[in-house]
């Protein structure tokens, strides 16, 4: 069975930092992309971050590039979004999620349940 578990998010002022960790079980991690998405209320849901099953290609949102790194740990399971310089308006649910071919579209096969992110100003 497919799980994907977000965890660290949180309310932080504007300025800090969080740190997101998504641990994933029951496919073969190291074979797929794994993405960050984030829905904020009333809003669709967008992308902000992924990358490629070893690492080596890696995309950013324009909104969060320079702020935002995006990392995993293959013998771990698990992919990271190290948020710094956070804004009120990243404000949202994070969702971490799972595609075999890299994308940066709502096209991943495998989604977390989410993790709030609420940042004060």
């Known amino acids: 069975q497919v799980q994907l578990v977000e965890s660290g998010g949180g309310l932080v002022q504007a300025g800090g930092s969080l740190r997101l960790s998504c641990g994933a079980a029951?496919?073969?991690?190291?074979?797929?992309?794994m993405g960050w998405f984030r829905q904020a209320p009333g809003k669709e849901r967008e992308f902000v971050a992924t990358?490629?099953?070893?690492?080596?290609?890696?995309k950013y949102a324009d909104s969060v590039k320079g702020r935002f790194t995006i990392s995993r740990d293959n013998a771990k399971n698990t992919v990271y979004l190290q948020m710094n310089s956070l804004k009120p308006e990243d404000t949202a649910v994070y969702y971490c999620?799972?595609?075999?071919?890299?994308?940066?579209?709502?096209?991943?096969?495998?989604w977390g349940q989410g993790t709030q992110v609420t940042v004060s100003s």
């Open positions: 029951g496919f073969d991690f190291n074979r797929y992309a």
């Open positions: 990358i490629s099953g070893v690492g080596i290609t890696i």
């Open positions: 999620a799972a595609a075999q071919i890299l994308t940066l579209r709502n096209e991943y096969g495998y």
